[in-house]
Structure formats: C-alpha cells, structure tokens
C-alpha cells in the first residue's frame, strides 16, 4: 500500500485550524502543509517576534501559493491560565467556527522543576493544563463547525508515563523524564477521554490522538539540552542514530487533522521500527492510556485546576 504523504492531504480550502507551538517543528510544518492545502492557520505561539518569522517562513516557502491573509497569529503563552483566557477570548470574540485544533506545543524534560504562575508544574501546566482549558474554552466554536477535529499530540514516552494524583504537580521528587512522560500520558488520556464525552453527547467534532516519533525538532535542545552531564552529551547522538526530519514528524498530525480515514478516539503515530520513524498508521497506546477511571479522574482534577468546565450541549447530525 501506499505511504500517506503530503501529497494525500485533500484540499482544505475553507477551513480553519488553529495550531499551538506552530512556530517551529513539527507545529510549523503542520501549518505550512494545511496553508498549502488552502486553509486558513492560526500560528498560536508565545513569542510574537517567533510567530512573525514562522509566518514569513510559510509564505516564502510556498510562493504564490499561500496568501499572506491566510496565516494568522495569536498570542498563546499555555503555561499561563490568563493567557488562555484571553486567546479563547480573542478567538471567540471573531465570532468564527473552528475545523481544526491542534494541541501541539510542548516542552519536555526540563532539568529542574519549574511551575508555572498558576502554580503546576511547568511540563504539565504547559502540555497538559493549558491545551485541557483551550480546548474547553474553545468548544462552542469547535462545535459550530460542522466536522471539527482536536488533534493532541502525545509521545512513546507516554509508554513508561504514570499518574500519581497525590503528587501530580510533583511538589516532591521531581525527575525530568518522568514529569514529561506523566504529561504525554495525560495528552492520551485527555484525548480519548474527550472522544467518549463527544460521542455521548452526540457532537459533530472527534478527538484524535497522535505521536511524532521520534522528530529532530527544538525540543530536545530547549528542554534536556539545557542540562548537563551524561544526558546532554547521550542526546545529540540518540538525534543522529534515530531522528526523522520535522516534516516527517509532521505526518502523523497531517494525518489525523486532515485524512477522511481518520476516526475519533484512534491514535497515529510512525509505521517505522519502535514507531520512531515512518508514515503514519495507527498504533496502539499503553494500557494505562485507555484506564478510564484515570481519565475520569485526570478531567475532574484538570476541570478543578483550570476552573474550565466543558459544556457539550447535545448535538444532533
Ligand atoms: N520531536 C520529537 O521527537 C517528539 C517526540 C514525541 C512527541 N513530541 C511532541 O511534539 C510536540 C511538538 O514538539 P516539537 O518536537 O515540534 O518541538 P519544538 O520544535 O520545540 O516545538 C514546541 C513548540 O511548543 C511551543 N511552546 C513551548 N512552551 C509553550 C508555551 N508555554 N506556550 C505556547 N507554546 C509553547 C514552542 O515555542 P517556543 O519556540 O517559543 O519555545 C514551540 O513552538 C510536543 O507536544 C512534543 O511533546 C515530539
């Protein structure tokens, strides 16, 4: 069969997507393979002077083809609850639907624990916290649309990621790798967990799940590269024995945002050895991805967290 490709993506002209952490990796070229496509894409990122280069990047990569009206940015700092607000907020207040969210921007790894204003801890508060109030406050206009699709952006490292809900802000014993895989766990558990709540309440819109593999992005540089001894030095060549290009890393997104063969509650990753490389195809989570009891559990506390509570008024087709 095959590979899906870019050259798979059907049109999308009229529609919208609006991408978090689109300023590089593998949010930058989901955006600059939908604005391609013809949609219209939101680069919502937390450092302007960052987005307005992405911007100019997407229309010098495309030259004719990309209308400069079609890239927007928005102003999204996700380990900060006021800075969602005021993004869903400024969004809303256009008055527009959305097709397209993707939960995208990440950090990982960080060498020390970090939290953010509102108190989590800075890989959760950013990965997991901020993307569960997005989309939350997005919802009325993700439900205006008429077959919008959430897109979350887990990681394999979810495989070895636990929850430990006396200790999810990790107040004691913070470890770097463990923090980031607790997040990308959260990521599955959310996105599952928002595909059931949308089925039952009978919504047009899905919730997908999707990993990259493994993706030589700004990723591994802005969080463990930032540490030092035998980590620091073990990454770069880890990158160079198994790292796709972030285009590559971008299919699986490409994919689930855009193929009408992907299904709500599925999860696409790599077809490559360890789905660390490839074209995308489904894959299967880690058991404690599909527990819903922690699901449950994850959105009641997040709900609590964030004070977002979602509201699916019931939907009918
Ligand atoms: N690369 C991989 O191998 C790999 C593997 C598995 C999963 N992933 C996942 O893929 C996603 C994208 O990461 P990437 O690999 O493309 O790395 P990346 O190039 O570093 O992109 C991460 C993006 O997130 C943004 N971001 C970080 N903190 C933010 C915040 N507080 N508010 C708003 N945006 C924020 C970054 O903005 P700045 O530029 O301002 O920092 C950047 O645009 C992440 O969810 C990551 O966990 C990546």
Redesign the pocket.
């Known amino acids: 069969m095959a590979h899906w490709t870019t050259a798979s993506i059907p049109s999308q002209r009229g529609r919208l997507a609006y991408i ?8 930058f070229h989901a955006a600059l393979e939908l604005a391609r496509a013809g949609a219209t894409v939101i680069l919502a ?3 302007r002077a ?1 987005a307005e280069a992405a911007r100019a990047r997407i229309l010098a990569a495309a030259p004719g083809r990309i209308d400069a009206a079609q890239i927007e940015i928005a102003d ?4 900060s609850l006021d800075s969602v607000r005021s993004a869903a907020q400024h969004f809303l207040g256009s008055g527009r639907s959305l097709d397209l969210l993707i939960n ?5 790894a960080l060498p020390q624990r970090r939290v953010t204003p509102d108190g989590f801890e800075l890989q959760l508060g ?2 997991h916290f ?1 993307h569960f109030a997005l989309t939350g406050l997005l919802v009325p206009a993700l439900l205006a649309a008429p077959a919008a699709r959430i897109v979350t ?1 887990s ?3 979810h495989r070895s990621g636990s929850i430990d809900f006396a200790n999810l802000n990790w107040e004691h014993g913070y470890k770097p790798w463990p923090a980031y895989r607790r997040t ?1 766990l959260a990521n599955l558990l959310f996105a599952f967990e928002l595909e059931r709540r949308l089925e039952s309440s009978q919504a047009r819109a899905i919730s997908i799940a999707v ?5 030589n ?3 591994f540089s ?1 969080g463990p590269g930032q540490s030092r001894g035998l980590v620091a030095k073990i990454i770069p060549l880890f990158i160079a024995l198994t ?1 796709q290009s ?1 285009a590559q ?1 971008a299919l699986p997104t490409l994919y689930a945002a855009t193929s009408p063969d992907a299904q709500g509650g599925h999860f696409y990753g790599p077809d490559g050895f360890q789905e660390m490389r490839g074209y995308p195809v489904e894959v299967r989570a880690r058991p404690q991805a599909y527990d819903e009891s922690s699901a449950a559990r994850l959105w009641q506390v997040s709900e609590e967290a964030t004070g977002v509570r979602y509201d699916f008024p019931t939907q009918r087709s």
């Open positions: 978090t952490g689109a300023n590089s990796g593998v949010g990122c937390r450092d960052k999204l700092n996700l380990a995208n921007a990440g950090v990982m950013t990965n901020g952006v990681s394999i490292a990308k990993h990259p593999g493994v993706s992005t700004n990723l802005a790292a972030e890393g």
